[in-house]
């Protein structure tokens, strides 16, 4: 129980990260405000659900390991499988590696989300109908993060080819 209890935790903040960029979408689409106190506050509360998110990961990530030991032993074939197949998707997957980094970076150095980008367009229906379609467009400043010479130099030198702005 205390896995799914932490998975969904996982879901929740999710869920809510996603609809806090939902909300900001529609508030640029009815109001266009984008100066500076409005910016600052929908930067952090991004931050804050992002963190949010970030911390739950870090905490299901931590409690699978503790959870297999506590059922199976530790050591045990069981808890090697999950810590092998972790390490493998961490090898595979620059994003996990990154949000890694990134939670690190919260915890000890600075906020994770350092500008926003709205965007807006009109998009045509097979109908010819148009539409406007907004988005917002989290971002991590590279620079930003390689001054924290605490951040992880392989994931810096990975993200650097993403270009200065790297959208969440």
Not at 11 to 31: G, I, K, R, V
Not at 124 to 146: C, G, H, Y
Request: glycine residues 4%; charged residues 25%; proline residues 2%.
């Amino acid at each position: 129980l205390g896995f799914e209890e932490r998975f969904q935790l996982v879901l929740d903040n999710f869920h809510e990260w996603e609809m806090e960029l939902l909300s900001q979408a529609h508030n640029y689409l009815l109001w266009k405000t984008t100066g500076h106190n409005n910016a600052m506050q929908d930067r952090l509360s991004l931050d804050r659900h992002l963190v949010n998110l970030l911390t739950s990961m870090r905490l299901y990530l931590d409690h699978t390991d503790h959870g297999i030991s506590t059922m199976f032993g530790n050591p045990s074939d069981q808890l090697e499988s999950i810590k092998k197949f972790k390490n493998t998707l961490y090898d595979k997957h620059l994003g996990y590696r990154l949000l890694e980094a990134l939670r690190n970076h919260a915890q000890h150095c600075g906020l994770p989300v350092h500008n926003i980008s709205y965007n807006e367009s009109l998009v045509e229906t097979r109908k010819k109908d148009k539409f406007a379609q907004v988005s917002v467009a989290p971002r991590l400043d590279f620079i930003e993060l390689a001054s924290n010479h605490g951040f992880k130099t392989s994931v810096l030198n990975e993200i650097k080819q993403l270009g200065e702005k790297i959208d969440l």
